[in-house]
C-alpha cells in the first residue's frame, strides 16, 4: 500500500519518502522504478476490503491478519503477521497499529540473513500520521529458532527491502532520520541514506561499507539535481543532508568548506545550542552557546558520526 506519492530514484526501486518539499525541489526524489509493480519480492496483494492475507515462497508463508478492535474508545486495530514453514506456525509479530479502516502492513519473502539455508520474511506496518512512519521486522531463522528482528521505525511507506549491490541479499534501504526536523522543518528537509543487513538475527549498520558507495554517490546525485538552485545555500534543511550526503562518499569536509564560504553568515542570527548534549532545555547553562547554522551543523554532524 502507497500511502505517498513518489517520484522516480536516481537508482530504480528505493520506495522511502523522501523529505525534500515542493519548496525545494523540482520534484518529490525517490521512488519505484516505473518499470516495476509493486516491490520487487512476492509480497502480500490484499483484496479490496481485505481482513487478511498471505503470501507464499516454497515452504514458507507470511499470513497477515487485521486484529479485530478491541473494546475501548482508544483501541486500534493492529495487523498481525504469522510465518509458517511448511505448514506449521513458527513465529507470530504484532505490527503498529495505523488507525486506518484498511490494512496498511505488508510482508515479503526473500534473502535476507545468509546465516541460515532458507529465506526470510520482512514485515512493514505504518504508524499512521502526516509525516511518519513505518515500522520494519524481519523474521528469520536461527539456531535458537524463528526470531523477529527489530530494524526501526522510519519515515516512508516500508518499501524499504532492496538487494543494493546485486549480491543476491537484500538489505534495508531508508534515510536517516535524525536529520528531519533537525534544522528545519520536515518538507524542508534533506537527509542521508543509511543501510541495514541481518546477519544471525542481528541487526547491524552496513552503511559504510564500500560496496554501497556507488549507492551513495547515486543518492547525492539525486539530492543536487532535484534541489531549486534558489535554495542550495539558502535552506539549512537541504544543505544539512547534503553535507551528510557528501559525508558518506568521503567530501565531508569539501562540502563544509562549501557551505562556509556560500553561507550568509550576516543574516544568520545564530541559535542557543546546547555544547554537551541535544536537550537545550536540560542544558547546563556554562554549556549553552550561540551558534550560527555552519557551527550548529558541525557539531550534529559530529555527534551523528558524519566525517567532516
Known amino acids: 500500500?502507497?500511502?505517498?506519492?513518489?517520484?522516480?530514484?536516481?537508482?530504480?526501486?528505493?520506495?522511502?519518502?523522501?523529505?525534500?518539499?515542493?519548496?525545494?525541489?523540482?520534484?518529490?526524489?525517490?521512488?519505484?522504478?516505473?518499470?516495476?509493480?509493486?516491490?520487487?519480492?512476492?509480497?502480500?496483494?490484499?483484496?479490496?476490503?481485505?481482513?487478511?492475507?498471505?503470501?507464499?515462497?516454497?515452504?514458507?508463508?507470511?499470513?497477515?491478519?487485521?486484529?479485530?478492535m478491541p473494546a475501548g474508545a482508544d483501541a486500534v486495530e493492529t495487523p498481525e503477521l504469522t510465518v509458517s514453514v511448511d505448514g506449521k506456525a513458527v513465529l507470530r509479530a504484532k505490527g503498529a497499529p495505523s488507525g486506518l479502516d484498511e490494512i496498511a502492513a505488508d510482508a515479503m519473502i526473500a534473502e535476507i540473513d545468509p546465516a541460515n539455508a532458507g529465506k526470510e520474511v520482512y514485515f512493514s506496518s505504518y504508524t499512521g500520521g502526516a509525516h511518519c512512519c513505518s515500522q520494519a521486522i524481519v523474521a528469520t531463522e536461527t539456531e535458537a529458532g524463528w526470531t523477529?528482528?527489530?530494524?526501526?521505525?522510519?519515515?516512508?511507506?516500508?518499501?524499504?527491502?532492496?538487494?543494493?549491490?546485486?549480491?543476491?541479499?537484500?538489505?534495508?534501504?531508508?534515510?536517516?532520520?535524525?536529520?528531519?526536523?533537525?534544522?528545519?522543518?520536515?518538507?524542508?528537509?534533506?537527509?542521508?541514506?543509511?543501510?541495514?543487513?541481518?546477519?544471525?538475527?542481528?541487526?547491524?549498520?552496513?552503511?559504510?561499507?564500500?560496496?554501497?558507495?556507488?549507492?551513495?554517490?547515486?543518492?547525492?546525485?539525486?539530492?543536487?539535481?532535484?534541489?531549486d538552485p534558489e535554495n542550495r545555500w539558502t535552506s539549512p534543511g537541504f544543505v544539512a543532508g547534503w553535507v551528510a550526503a557528501k559525508a558518506r562518499v568521503g567530501e565531508g569536509g569539501a562540502a563544509m568548506a562549501a557551505l562556509r564560504s556560500h553561507w550568509d553568515s550576516a543574516a544568520d542570527e545564530g541559535e542557543e545550542t546546547c555544547l554537551s548534549g541535544d536537550d537545550i532545555d536540560a542544558c547546563p547553562r556554562k554549556d549553552r552557546k550561540l551558534l550560527k547554522f555552519p557551527d550548529r551543523l558541525a557539531l550534529f554532524l559530529k555527534r551523528t558520526g558524519y566525517p567532516i
Not at 199 to 226: K, M, N, Y
Request: hydrophobic share 45%.
Open 1 to 68: 500500500m502507497k500511502l505517498f506519492e513518489h517520484a522516480r530514484a536516481a537508482r530504480g526501486g528505493l520506495a522511502v519518502l523522501m523529505a525534500v518539499g515542493s519548496m525545494l525541489l523540482a520534484a518529490p526524489a525517490f521512488a519505484q522504478d516505473p518499470e516495476e509493480d509493486g516491490p520487487a519480492y512476492p509480497h502480500i496483494e490484499f483484496s479490496e476490503g481485505a481482513r487478511d492475507g498471505s503470501v507464499t515462497d516454497g515452504p514458507i508463508t507470511a499470513r497477515i491478519v487485521q486484529e479485530p
Open 148 to 227: 523477529g528482528v527489530e530494524i526501526g521505525t522510519f519515515d516512508g511507506d516500508g518499501d524499504y527491502l532492496r538487494d543494493v549491490d546485486g549480491d543476491g541479499v537484500a538489505e534495508i534501504v531508508t534515510v536517516d532520520n535524525r536529520f528531519l526536523y533537525a534544522f528545519d522543518c520536515y518538507a524542508c528537509s534533506a537527509a542521508p541514506l543509511v543501510v541495514y543487513a541481518v546477519r544471525a538475527g542481528v541487526r547491524i549498520d552496513v552503511t559504510a561499507e564500500p560496496r554501497f558507495l556507488a549507492e551513495h554517490r547515486a543518492w547525492l546525485a539525486q539530492l543536487e539535481s532535484d534541489v
